[in-house]
């Protein structure tokens, strides 16, 4: 919701450039005029040469949410190139004459939902991309994951729950079956791609199972380095896309990897640790298992020292004896889906990183719940008290919905010979 529904909303979603002695304005580019879907333009931007229809272009590269590869002249603003680089669903292209993006009808949602790609996520998030000037290729951590965006009806800012005017509730998940929810979690995609920036095609590919994996490195040595969620951090061939070598680290990577020399030896290092916004919040996560904490890695060549995590697994659901009024559950769903969820995923689904409330004991008792909820008992462990903007008779409400979740959850786990 923004500028009550009119203007560009300049320089949001943009490029902007700035004299670096005085900090003047010079000029920008905006991608995403008037964004209504989270489309922020805060990705990492590379400079480089390119020679492009026969002509050196001194340009910069860069890949925002919205899923366009984006080639401009970094001396004068103007706006080589631009092509999508995943499916794309909120636009058909972008005007070259104009710089703007085609929309698609019904993009903006004011009269139904709209299932967008790439959604709130983006195509291409804060993970670093790389360029190689040996192959003159560009490396995207690349996702594919829509949202379905529709219009909040009777919106009002909340300061203790996302305030972003649009409904939440229309991602709850559309079923608790793990038949259904596997399709789902089918279409969430990962995807490391090797981008031609002057021809604007694609090289090569390698798939992930999910979205939200790591930055990327690219060495002389014609080598791209990538970690994904489920842990496994992987050397590519830089030209043709073949996997070299797989190190797991069982703990899931969305940081980029540094190389560095000392005394002779080449390292590699990596910031092993998953969470993040669709690291928390997702109810699909691949692999989804108890988050161990984060940790520096460190490779050399030939190096030999060995390596172990210790990996848990969640613990068994639990069954919560209680009874709430049906209204009473509408209340609890409404609470958790559109603010808790956030954090402890979707349908009460936890992708490891945060607590699965359908598996801890304090869901079985009031009091308890009440005390961490309502009072704050954990907040110097992170989870604040919510009695500013809930009373307890909400608080309660929440209690019930979730229990609903665990008590089906158990009531679907198999039954042991």
Not at 192 to 216: C, F, M, S, Y
Request: proline share 6%; with cysteine.
């Amino acid at each position: 919701m923004r500028s009550e529904g009119v203007g560009d909303n300049l320089f949001l979603s943009s490029i902007v450039a700035l004299d670096d002695k005085t900090g003047e304005y010079r000029r920008h580019y905006q991608g995403t005029p008037g964004d209504t879907w989270d489309f922020t333009q805060t990705q990492p931007i590379i400079l480089a040469d390119l020679t492009i229809d026969g002509e050196p272009r001194q340009v910069l590269m860069q890949v925002p949410k919205n899923g366009f590869f984006y080639v401009i002249d970094r001396k004068d603003g103007s706006l080589i190139s631009a092509k999508g680089i995943v499916p794309q669903t909120w636009t058909s292209g972008v005007d070259m004459t104009t710089g703007r993006p085609i929309e698609t009808e019904g993009a903006r949602y004011e009269d139904k939902p709209f299932v967008g790609s790439p959604g709130g996520i983006g195509a291409h998030n804060w993970h670093p991309m790389a360029f190689s000037q040996n192959t003159g290729l560009v490396y995207i951590p690349a996702q594919i994951a829509a949202f379905v965006y529709k219009s909040f009806s009777g919106f009002k800012a909340n300061e203790g729950a996302p305030n972003w005017g649009v409904d939440y509730l229309a991602n709850a998940l559309p079923s608790e079956e793990e038949a259904v929810l596997k399709q789902i979690s089918e279409t969430l995609r990962g995807v490391l791609l090797a981008w031609d920036p002057v021809t604007q095609k694609e090289v090569w590919r390698a798939e992930h199972e999910g979205p939200w994996n790591g930055g990327i490195l690219a060495t002389a040595g014609g080598l791209v380095f990538q970690g994904i969620a489920t842990g496994e951090f992987h050397a590519y061939d830089d030209q043709t896309g073949k996997r070299l070598w797989t190190f797991d680290t069982d703990i899931g990577i969305m940081a980029p990897p540094i190389s560095y020399q000392l005394d002779g030896v080449q390292y590699i290092a990596l910031m092993a640790g998953y969470g993040g916004g669709y690291g928390v919040s997702t109810p699909l996560a691949v692999d989804p298992h108890p988050r161990p904490n984060g940790r520096l890695i460190v490779f050399a060549l030939n190096g030999t020292d060995e390596y172990s995590v210790e990996r848990k697994e969640f613990g068994p659901f639990v069954a919560v004896i209680g009874e709430w009024q049906e209204d009473r559950l509408a209340v609890g769903r409404e609470i958790y889906e559109r603010g808790c969820s956030l954090c402890h995923g979707p349908s009460g689904r936890s992708s490891g990183v945060m607590p699965d409330l359908r598996r801890s004991a304090v869901l079985q008792n009031k009091e308890a719940w009440q005390s961490i909820v309502y009072d704050g008992a954990l907040e110097s462990r992170g989870m604040i008290g919510f009695s500013k903007w809930y009373s307890r008779e909400e608080v309660e409400a929440v209690r019930g919905y979730v229990a609903g979740l665990a008590n089906r959850a158990l009531a679907r786990e198999p039954v042991a010979d």
